[in-house]
């Protein structure tokens, strides 16, 4: 079961259980081929990364993947991304980052 939510104000926005999958048709809907994904290691260790990478295989989508960054990002951190963007002609960034306070119910993944 999931429960999504899409509005606009004036970047669209999804957001909800099962939010995630819907990532290639947003990416598609927009004209982006190639995002660079941006999060921590840790990050790239948990069952949500897996979802995202699952997600983005499953739909044959090219990505790249900056996991570089420190738990509480610094200015390095960012430059570091930049070049990676600009090395890989990305047009799109994804920034993939932790939020506690959502835990995903079992019932809903």
Known sequence: MTHVVRFSFPT???YGFGAIRQ???CLD????EK???VTDRDLTKTDAFTTVETVLQKSKTSWVLFSDVHPNPLL???EAAVEVYKKNKNICLFAFFN???NAVPPELE
């Open 23 to 25: 990532l290639p048709l």
């Open 29 to 32: 809907e927009v004209g982006i």
């Open 35 to 37: 995002p660079l994904l």
């Open 76 to 78: 390095e951190d960012v």
């Open 99 to 101: 939020n506690v306070n």
């Open 12 to 14: 669209t926005v999804l």
